[in-house]
C-alpha cells in the first residue's frame, strides 16, 4: 500500500491499520496536533482520497457532515486501508518556516554548542599511576581541545567507561563542559531542542545538530492558557496566588518535559540523549519558564528583571531532560519586546541588511522592529485579541469552519477553513471582509457602517439587503443564516469593526512613530516581513486597504510565518547566531510607545480608515 | 557565679543549671563531642572543681568510680552550681591548630571568595525603562567589579528586593557568581564552614571570612563507619552492594549537614547564611562525598577518578545549605595521598621553604611529604591500625583509660588519660613503652620480648616478674591485675610487638625511600612536622626510639594537630590559599611505593628495631 501527502508529493508505504497522522510523521510530512494524537483537538485535518477506518466519535465532535462528506478527516483518527492521496491543508500543516524560506538571504554555518570526542586512553600503571581526569586530559590537551571541565556527573562516569572498553571513549561536551562519558566510540546524533513558548501554544523542534535537520517536532497548548487566556491575566494569577509563579513555571516546564518526550520517542531516542536546549517566548513567558515575577511587567514603566540571555542546567528549572543539558534562554529587548522578536531578527537578519526593512509579528501584542544594519528601533504596540478572534461577535481562531478570506463584488464571496459551513471569522478573514467593504463603500472611513439606502444608491443592492440595525447595533451580515452552520449567521458588527480600528491602529501608529523616529518615509522600505499565523495568513492588499500597514509601494512582503521557533532553532545550531542574538541587544534601540507624547495623537488618526 | 576554664584561664558568667559544654562554648572554649552533646561518645572530659549537679547514668557509663571520685565529669552532662574551677585535659581539647601555630610562619592573608556589596539603584522610568538586572550592572561596572554573574536563584531575588527598600540591596557574590540578593544594606558576617572528613571523624569549623575567626565547631563520628572501620572496607561495601555509593554518600552528605545546623545554631544564624564550603579528606573520602566509585582506589595501581580541585555547588551533592553555596573539595596528589595531605602541605608550608622538611600524618595510612620549594616528593605507606590501638591485644583509641604516656626505669610508670584505673593503651603509650622496654633491654634489637633470666641479669628483677609465656606467646604486663581497671592487666603481647614493629616498619621506610630519591640524609632535614591525634600525643624520642623516625639530629619537632583541617579553613579564606593548593599538584612528586623495586628489601630492615 502506497500512500502520498500532497501538496508536498512524499509518498510512504503502509502496511494498513496505521493512522495516517503515524504515517505522515513517518514521511517526515508535519501535520498540526496540539493535543498529541489523542483526538482531542481536531487540529489534524486532512483530506483523503481512498479506502481508510470509519468516521469516530472525535471525528464528528470536530467536523460538520458536510466536512466529513467532501472526505475531510482527522489525521489522528483515520487509518488508512487502502492506497491513499491525502492533501493536507494549509490550516493543519505546522507553521514550520525554514531558515533560509521567506526570501531571507540569512545563512546558517553550522556550529553546534555539543561536539563528540573519541579517545583512547592508555591504562595507567604503577610507575604512572595517573588519575583517571589526568590521563583524560593529557590526550584532550594534546588534541588542543581547550579546557577540559567534566560536571559532577561525568567525574562518575568516566571509571567505569574508561575500563569497559579498553580505554576507548567517548565523551559528549556541551559549551565547555563535558556532561557525559561513554564507553566505545559512539556515533549517535548529537540532539537539540528549540523550544518556542507562545502564549497559547508550545512548540518543540528536535534538531540533530550536525545536519541541522529537523528530525521530529511536536506541540501542546501552553497549559498556563488553564490560569489565564493572555499575558496579563497569567501576570494577576502570579500575583494574586501564593505560590502563583511557581504553579504557573511548574506547568509550562512539564510541558516541555512531554514534548522532549514526544519528539524524541517519534525517532527512538531518550530524552536523556537531547543535550542543548533553546528556548524562545515574550518576555512574560520566559520571566515564567524561569520563576521570576513578571509582576513589574505588568506596571509602568513595564521593566522586566532580565533581558540578557540566561544559561542554565536543565536541573535548574526541574525540566526532565539531561540533568546536566544546556538550556539557553533567549535575549529579551523590553518588557513587551521579547526574545520571541529577538528570534524574529535573527531569522530575518534585518540587522545585518543594507536597505530599510519592517519586521511585524502580530498575536495579541504587536512587536515591530523597523531599521537596518545602520540602525534599528523596536517597540511593541498593544494590539489586543482582535486578530486572533477575540472580542469580534462572530470571531474564532483560525480552525476548522472559519471564514478566512473574503472578496466582494456585488456579492460576498468567503472561503472556510476546512471546507463546510462558516462557524465565524478570523482574523485574516475580518481584515478582508473589512478592507473590501471598505472598498465598496459598505464602510465609511470614520468606520461606520453606512445606512442600506446609501449602500443601494451606490449600486450595491445585495449588500445593502444584508445590513441590519441601527448606528451603534447596526451589523453586516457576512454569511447568510441558511449559509452559516447550524443555521446561524456571521456577522460583522458596528462593535467589531470598532475593535479592529483600535487594533489596527496600535500597529499602525507603532509603525508610523517607528517611521518617524528612523527618519524614513513608507517608500524607503524595501521589505516587509509579515510574522506569526496571523501574518501568514493575511492577505497584505488587506492589511494596507484598512490601513494596518502604510501602502509600501516598493517593498516585497514576506510572510515568515513560525520566525520565533525559527530564531530559537537557529541559535541551536550555531554559536554564531547565539552571539549575534547577544549582540543585537546592544545594536537595537527600544521605543516605549507609551512614553512618546505623539502616540496619542498618532493612535487617533490611525484608528481612522 | 563565675566558671573559670584551665589551663586557658577563660572566665564566663553562669546563671546555674546550664551545663558545663554550654558553658565552655559560651567562653570560645573547644571541647571534644563526637556525639553532639547528648552524653554516648564520652569525649567530653573536664576535671571540676566546686558544686555540681549529679553524676548521670552516661557519667557512670563512662567514667570509672576512681575517675568520679577524683572530679572526672563529661562536661555535656554536669550542670553548674556554683561557682567552679573546670580543667578540661588535652584529650578533650579539639585537636585545634590555629594556622599559626606549630612553628608554622606560614602567613595568611585573608582573601575569601565571598564578597559583599551594597548598590543604590536607581529606579527605571518610561524614558529609560531599564532591566532590573541592567540597572544593577550599570553600577556594578561603574564600581569595577568585573563581570555580573547572577544564579537564577538571585535573579529570581531582584525584583522584589530592588522595590522594597527604594532601590538599596545588597549583592552577595561567590567567586564569580551573585548567589543572594537582599533588600536595604546587609553587615551581617560573611561565612564558610571549613570541613575535615576524617575516616572516623567528621568536624565542621564554621569561620568569619572577614576576619578569620572561627565562630563555632561541631563534630561527628562519621557515619560510614557503620558500612566498615577503615577505607578498604568501605571500599568492598561501595562494590559488593547494590547503591553502595549512593548510600555512602548520602551518609556523610547528611553528616555535614547535621554539623552545618550545629555550628550555625551556635552562633543564631541560618545555614542558608554559609555561602563557602571546603573540605578535605583523604582520597577514598572525597571520592564518597563526591558519589564517584573508590573502586579502583583499592586495586593495584591504585588510581583515583578524580585528583584536580572540584568545584560544586551544594545542591549537586544534596548538601543541605544554601544551594548555590559554592564547595571546594581540595585536590588530592594520588590514590592513597590525599586532600588531607594537600592541607597538611599547605599549613606547614613546607612547599615554600627553603630548608628540607618532613611533614608525615599518621592514622591507619601513613602520608609524608619531604623535600622544599626545590624539590617536594610525597608517598603514602600502608602502616595499619596499629597506632589507633586496632589489632593490639590491650590497644585502644586515645580515651579515658588509655595508657598514653610510659617511662621506665626499675618499674614501669604510666599516665592514663582521664587518671583512674587503665583499661587499655593507645597509641602513643604503646611507641613508648616499646621504646624503653627496648632501651633497658626487655624487647631485642629484632622485636622479641627476652627471658625473664636475661632482664633480671642485666639488674631490672621487678621487670623481669613482669614477663609471662613463652616465645610468640610471651608477653609483658604493663599494668597488673590489681592496678587494672575491673581488676585486669594491660598485657603487651609479642604479636603486638611484631604489629608495631609492621607499623612503623612501613612509615620508616617510606621516609627512608623518600630520603634516597630525593638525595638527602636524616641530617639534612631541619623540621619534622607530625600531623594527627597521633602526632600529637607521641613523644618525638620515643618515636626515634623505636626506629619510626630516624633520628634527625639537626630537626625541631613540631606537633601540628589536625592540619588538614588548617588546611580546609586556609582554603576557604584566601583564595592564594586556594590557588597554592592546586599549584602543589604540578609542584608534588608522587612515589608510588609498591612499585620501588628497593621497597620489600628496605622494609625487611626497617620493620627490625
Known sequence: MQVIFQPMGVACAADGGESILALAERAGVAIERVCGGRGTCGKCLVRVSGEVSEVTEAERHFLSPQALAD?????????????????????????????????????????????????????????????????????????????????????RELPAALRANGGQITLLQVDDEVVRVEPGERVDPLLGIAYDIGTTTVVGYLMDLETGQELSVASELNPQTRYGDDVVSRIQHADEHPQGIETLQRAIVETLGRILIDTTAQIQVQPDDVLAITVVGNTTMQHLLLGISPTYLAQSPYVPAV??????????????????????????????????????????????????????????????????????????????????????????????????????????????IGGGMPRGICGSGLVDVIGELLRVGVIDPRGKLVEPGVVETAGYPALAAQIEGENRHRSFAVVSPDEGAEGRPVLLTQRDIRELQLAKGAIRSGIEILMRELGVGADDVRRVYLAGAFGNYVRPESAVAIGMVPHFRRAEMLAVGNAAGSGAKMALLSRTARARAIELLVQVEYLELSGRPDFQEQFAEAMLF
Chains 1, 2 share one sequence.
Open 71 to 155: 472526505g475531510y478527516r482527522l489525521a489522528c483518527q483515520a487509518r488508512a486501508l487502502a492506497d491513499l492521496e491525502i492533501v493536507v491543508p494549509d490550516v493543519s500543516r505546522v507553521a514550520e518556516v525554514s531558515i533560509l524560506t521567506g526570501g531571507v538571504a540569512n545563512d546558517l554555518t553550522l556550529d553546534p554548542w555539543v561536539s563528540r570526542h573519541t579517545l583512547s586512553v592508555p591504562p595507567a600503571t604503577l610507575d604512572d599511576p595517573v588519575a583517571d581526569w589526568e590521563a583524560v586530559r593529557r590526550l584532550w590537551e594534546q588534541e588542543g581541545l581547550g579546557a577540559l571541565r567534566p560536571t559532577l556527573r561525568a567525574m
Open 307 to 416: 533581558t540578557r540571555a540566561v544559561n542554565l542546567k536543565a536541573a535548574e528549572i526541574g525540566l526532565e531532560a539531561h540533568p546536566d543539558a544546556h538550556v539557553w534562554v533567549m535575549p529579551s529587548i523590553a518588557g513587551w519586546v521579547g526574545g520571541d522578536t529577538v528570534g524574529l531578527l535573527l531569522a530575518t537578519g534585518i540587522y545585518e541588511q543594507d536597505e530599510v526593512a519592517l519586521a511585524i509579528d502580530i498575536g495579541t501584542n504587536g512587536e515591530m522592529a523597523l531599521g537596518s544594519r545602520q540602525r534599528l528601533i523596536t517597540c511593541s504596540a498593544a494590539a489586543g485579541p482582535a486578530f486572533e478572534g477575540a472580542h469580534i461577535s462572530c470571531g474564532m481562531r483560525a480552525a476548522q469552519g472559519a471564514i478566512d478570506t473574503v472578496e466582494i463584488d456585488h456579492k460576498v464571496h468567503w472561503t472556510a
